[in-house]
């Protein structure tokens, strides 16, 4: 595997099909939110970067809900799975967004396998969107019924299981963890000696600007660093939940105005992004809830140093070296740790050299997993 397509072992029969007994299946993976998207969010960026590691295994479908079932190729015609065949999606669902999907759960024409993201809109409804607050639970239910089920850390697993139980509900399967992979771009590992950035340290951070992320908190340590004398810029880089993030938004378009050393950008391209990667002592990430974790992932593939709150989650990440795990909401303690990247090289030269030396997962490990688990 690699280079962006799942190399077929031998078992593999045609496009879209795989082995069994003797017979070949289908494996239909679900594009419906992908393939509409507006936004490249994490789930989306997520999705695609397993798709276009499955390559020609998987045939897309989508569902249509006038047909009350999925479709496939352009015109849109129905797919018709056979009880062998697999649906594999990574998408989030429930029935306000897909007419007639909890009847396809509750009498599915094949096996169903789906990797399953968080609880947040469960366990923090009030800094989560009021719909997914509504529709997420439905969701967590019918992943229950599910015959292969891939949770992205052993924290959201937990959530998954714990919450199942609290309604009663038996799953089908138990869930397994699956790795993520660190390989969003397709760039290759930055691996080099240490090298301090020239010119005025800086501090990243990357991710969609709402209060789960903290970015509000994350200026309140950059102001207090500041009045203390020190140095240095932050750069933020995400698109603003239209929900939650305004607020926060007019907070950094005024600091922007009086602050020239803070940079926030709503959108930044590809080659930007990178320089700004190639230009940061750390990448900083204060969330308060997450997944995964995955924008430490990012910023290790990159050589960069993560400062990032100490969360469960974020453990199962960064335990393996290159990172600071930081008190959440914690001001004393996260000014201390950006204080020591931004000006103590040698703390900044171990931890990139943690972060270049570590293991890091590739995306095609992850999708064969998926496939290893639908054999």
């Known amino acids: 595997m690699g280079g962006g397509k799942l190399r077929r072992p031998p078992q593999h029969g045609p496009a879209g099909r795989v082995l069994r007994g003797g017979d070949e299946a289908m494996i239909y993976y679900d594009t419906t939110k992908m393939g509409t998207a507006k936004h ?6 997520l999705s695609s970067r397993i798709r276009e590691e499955l390559g020609s295994v998987v045939t897309e479908v989508a569902w249509d ?5 999925f479709v496939s190729g352009k015109p849109a015609a129905p797919v ?13 669902f ?17 096996r169903l396998a789906a990797m399953f993201h968080d609880a947040i809109p469960v366990r923090w409804p009030h800094i ?18 599910f015959d292969r089920t891939w949770a992205i850390s052993d924290a959201t697993r937990r959530d998954f299981t714990e919450f199942w139980r609290w309604q009663g509900v038996t799953p089908r399967s138990q869930p397994q963890v699956i790795t993520l992979g660190a390989d969003f771009d397709g760039s290759n590992r930055v691996v080099r000696d240490p090298i301090i950035p020239r010119g005025r340290p800086a501090l990243l951070c990357v991710g969609i600007v709402e209060p789960r992320k903290n970015q509000t908190f994350l200026l309140e340590v950059a102001g207090a660093l500041w009045r203390d004398g020190l140095d240095f810029e932050l ?9 939650h993030g305004r607020p926060i938004e007019v907070r950094m378009e005024k600091l922007q105005k009086r602050e020239p050393r803070f940079h926030f950008l709503a959108a930044a391209g590809d080659q930007r992004l990178a320089r700004l990667y190639a230009a940061a002592r750390a990448v900083v990430f204060p969330t308060i809830a997450e997944g995964n974790g995955l924008p430490i992932l990012e910023a290790l593939w990159r050589g960069v140093p993560c400062v990032c709150s100490d969360l469960p989650v974020l453990h199962e ?33 171990r931890l990139q050299r943690e972060a270049m030396c570590r293991p890091l997962p590739r995306w095609s490990q992850t999708a064969r997993t998926l496939m290893d688990g639908l054999r």
Do not use: I
């Not at 490249?40 to 960026?45: D, F, P, T």
């Not at 809900?65 to 079932?69: A, C, P, T, Y």
């Open 128 to 145: 989560s969107w009021p719909q997914s607050v509504q529709r997420h639970p439905e969701y967590m239910k019918l992943l229950a019924s």
């Open 235 to 243: 750069h933020v880089v995400g698109r603003v939940n239209p929900h």
């Open 317 to 349: 990440n960064a335990d393996a070296g290159g990172c600071l795990m930081t008190g959440v909401n914690d001001l004393a303690d996260w000014s201390a740790k950006l204080r020591s990247v931004l000006t103590d090289e040698a703390e900044c030269r």
């Open 94 to 110: 429930c029935e306000a967004d897909r007419p007639g999907f909890r009847a396809f759960v509750a009498n599915p024409p094949c």
């Open 40 to 45: 490249r969010s994490g789930l989306m960026r």
């Open 65 to 69: 809900g006038r047909r009350r079932g």
């Open 80 to 92: 018709t799975p056979k009880p062998d065949d697999w649906l594999l999606t990574v998408e989030q």
